[in-house]
């Protein structure tokens, strides 16, 4: 940490201390715990259709405190009218056995708020202020998770907004939901693996970013995968994309392998390395990067030898000197780190795992 303020360090200690403090992250997150308690895969629903019934309507976001989700799910399971639903605007949050079904990736939360189907806010710990500042402005009810509000408080609260904004809003068609189960444990995904004909896998995932046409690249770059044979997971928005674009559907000759958000792409590397069958493994794309840990993680797996390709232009690209020492130390451990200066194509995402 003190390298960032004022570094006397050359740019290539500084690059050094970088790709550390990647392995460093790798480090921590696998010791870390998976989103959900269960060993089996979660059930997860995405999509727009979920709004299409009119209904009291609760958006959460960040991670509230798991004991508030499970009271509101209790209190809106009461007879009531109208009945309330609550729907993730992007964040992986587990619930009684699934993740509460996403009205949408968190690239599309602002434009899902404007629409006038959320009838109030819920932000926990690491929800984007954006959308706080936004339900403001749209005098859109907030609770945060650090309220003392009570479930029931939190319904009232929403059933009276709705009360008076009802007939604002935006129809959705019902069918635009996909359905995915989510694989949540080595044990899980080695099975998967051991099952599977493939012998190339790739791991495609990451955040929504606006460089770039939201949803286009996963699934454009997924579907191109399917029909050269490879085996793909996914995890972050990427992910719910694929979800919402049937991707997932059991109905496929090949369908995509979503992983949990908490474990990402270690979870695959630790079931692949089970299996024996690491070395299957012909890269790891991220679409985008939302927080400085994506970045470490990119970096860290780099490190560790793992080809890995970031579709969105990294903080280096005004230092030439900078991004050749970079790319000296990864050739070291013979593997690379790919990144664009431009809005990548599909194409070049497909060259890495060809290589």
């Not at 990119?298 to 005004?318: E, F, Q």
């Amino acid at each position: 940490a003190s390298l960032l303020q004022r570094p006397m360090e050359s740019p290539d200690q500084l690059i050094q201390q970088a790709l550390r403090l990647g392995i460093l992250t790798i480090v921590l997150m696998e010791q870390g715990k998976p989103s959900g308690k269960a060993s089996k895969g979660l059930h997860s629903k995405v999509g727009y259709g979920l709004l299409s019934k009119s209904k009291v309507f609760i958006g959460v976001v960040g991670h509230p405190p798991s004991k508030l989700v499970s009271s509101l799910l209790k209190e809106t399971s009461h007879k009531a009218s109208p009945s309330v639903q609550l729907l993730s605007l992007g964040d992986w949050i587990p619930a009684n056995g699934s993740f509460l079904p996403f009205a949408c990736t968190s690239g599309e939360a602002e434009l899902l708020l404007s629409s006038g189907n959320i009838h109030l806010l819920l932000a926990g710990p690491t929800a984007d202020p954006s959308l706080l500042e936004l339900c403001q402005i749209l005098k859109l009810p907030i609770v945060t998770s650090k309220d003392p509000s009570k479930a029931r408080d939190i319904l009232s609260l929403a059933r009276q907004h709705f009360s008076t904004r009802s007939q604002e809003r935006v129809v959705f068609d019902p069918s635009l939901v996909g359905e995915g189960q989510v694989t949540m444990s080595v044990i899980e995904l080695k099975k998967v693996i051991e099952k599977s004909s493939f012998d190339k896998v790739a791991l495609l995932g990451g955040s929504d970013t606006t460089q770039q046409p939201m949803g286009w690249l996963p699934v454009e770059v997924a579907n191109a995968l399917f029909g050269e044979d490879y085996l793909v997971a996914s995890w972050g928005d990427a992910a719910l994309w694929m979800i919402k674009n049937g991707l997932t559907s059991e109905k496929r000759d090949s369908a995509v392998t979503i992983l949990d958000e908490k474990q990402g792409p270690l979870l695959a590397l630790k079931a692949l390395a089970a299996a024996g069958k690491l070395e299957h493994l012909k890269g790891v794309c991220f679409t985008g990067l939302k927080a400085c840990q994506d970045l470490a993680m990119a970096l860290g797996l780099a490190s560790l030898g793992v080809k890995v390709c970031v579709a969105v232009p990294l903080p280096l690209w005004g230092s030439e000197n900078v991004r050749n020492l970079l790319g000296e130390k990864l050739k070291a451990v013979n593997t690379t780190l790919t990144h664009f200066d431009h809005p990548v194509h599909v194409q070049e995402i497909l060259e890495l795992f060809s290589k």
